[in-house]
Structures are given as structure tokens and as C-alpha cells.
DNA sequence: GGTAGTGTGTCCTACATACTCCACACATGA
DNA sequence: TCATGTGTGGAGTATGTAGGACACACTACC
């Protein structure tokens, strides 16, 4: 992983702030997000861990970044996403052990076939 | 879900016990497990919330049980599948959303095709 | 030269997680 | 009857999680 969590955030906060200079400081998107300047002023840094799901899913949505992969970069899995998994452990389980190794367009063909209902 | 986390345990435990009873007791399991009976005893009737994933998983091995079915119950994944879907988290998330609905044999079917390598 | 807005540092807190420790009551066999 | 083994109850603890409160220093503006 090239960014740590905090980094991303903060450097993606710094971009859109070039367009938007008012909206897009720590404190503008502390308060939008439901926060303390001070506490995203940490995230952003790195010096305290991640925040929680539905943080970060706030978070994201204030950013326009994607959620799956903001709580990637946290470690952490949706809870919906788990739900699926947890309904079928074994099965699930297996698919994605099968397909750790393979590569991206492997995995997005599978997406594909499903979808498209080639079958 | 038919079976809570606990209850599950429980009867597993005490089916084993029927051919082993010196080892399947509640004490006997805690031991081989490193837990202190009075917790586990509080898991197996619901009142504790079930244990952490490493301690799921070395009960999973002493009663014989899927570690990935275990920790469904317990509402938790295990950390490998996390870093695979982590890893990458937009590829894996539309293709689990994609799943979701699909029913048990089309996914066993995924799992079939991407292991025999039918493309 | 105040004042408004920026990010940051330090301390604190409430709650959850993942257990342990010790005492107890019951049953069972020697 | 008494030591041994069984499950259970209640209390306590250590660590982690998810932040809040508030003071501070710097900058820009009027």
C-alpha cells in the first residue's frame, strides 16, 4: 500500500481544496463530517488510528471517495459485506482463497459472467 | 440462523462427549482450549458474547468444526479472507454484491470453474 | 493591533472486548 | 464421608476503541 489511511485522507482533502478552498479545510470537513478539528487533524496524520465504519463512510461520502476501499485502506470490511460472507463462510471462504491469486481481469471476468447472466 | 454461537458449541461438544466423556467435558475442552471453564461455560449459554477469532479458531480445532463457519456465528471473518478482500476491496466488494443473491450451486459453480482453470 | 480562521498538542472519558479469579453447589465413586 | 470432578455465579481487570474538551500558536485581514 503505497498511502497509510490518515495520508490518503488528508491528501485527497488538500486537492479538492485547490477548487474549493473554503469548504474543503480540516475544520470545514471536520464539521461536515460530525467531527473535532482536532480528532481528524490526528487521523490525518497517522497518529491515532482509523476512525469507525460509519466514520469513514461519512468521511468518504464528504470526500467523494469510495467507501470499500477508504475502510480497505483501514482495514476493515463493510458490514454488509460481511453479512454476505457470513451467511455462507464455507462457500465464500473458499471462492476467495480460489481467487487470491488471481489476477484483476480474471476476477472482473467473473464479475462480468455473473452479471451479465452467462450461464 | 437456527443456532446461536453458544448453544452450537455446546451441542457439538457434548455430542463428542457421547463417545469420549472424559475429554468432551466443559473442563476438559477449556483446558485444551486455555480458557478458564466459568468463561466458557458462560459462552456456551449465550450470556459471555462468543471469543476472540484465534481463540474461535483453536476451539474450531478441538471440536472438529469449519474455523469459518465458527466465526460466521460469531459474526466475525477470519483476518486472511479480510486482507484478501482488503487487498482489493472495489473488485471483491461488486463481485460479493453481485453473489449475494445467487443461490448455493451457481457460486459452487464460480468456485469449480475458476479452480479446474475452464478458461 | 485586534479578530477571525487555520491546524495542532495534551489530557481526559465512556464504553466495549476479552478475558481471569475465586467461591459455590451438586454428583459420584472409594 | 470425603476427596474429586462437574458446571455455574459474581466480581474484577487489562487493553483497546472511538472519540471530546480546551488551550495554544500561527496567519491573514481590516
Redesign the interface.
Known amino acids: 500500500m503505497r498511502h497509510s489511511f490518515g495520508s490518503y485522507i488528508r491528501e485527497r482533502r488538500e486537492h479538492l481544496q485547490k477548487s474549493n478552498p473554503r469548504a474543503f479545510t480540516l475544520r470545514g470537513v471536520s464539521r461536515e463530517v460530525g467531527l473535532e478539528p482536532s480528532y481528524l487533524s490526528k487521523i490525518e496524520r497517522d497518529t491515532q488510528p482509523p476512525p469507525s465504519e460509519e466514520t469513514i463512510k461519512r468521511l468518504a461520502a464528504v470526500l467523494g471517495e ?1 467507501g ?2 477508504l ?3 483501514a ?4 458490514t ?3 453479512e ?17 491469486n ?1 489476477p ?1 481481469h ?6 462480468r ?3 451479465d447472466g452467462e ?1
Open positions: 469510495d470499500d476501499m475502510l480497505a485502506m482495514g476493515k470490511i463493510s454488509d459485506l460481511k454476505v460472507i457470513c451467511r455462507r463462510p464455507q462457500l465464500f471462504g473458499q471462492l476467495l482463497r480460489e481467487l487470491k488471481q484483476d480474471a476476477v472482473l471476468r467473473l464479475v459472467e455473473v452479471r450461464w
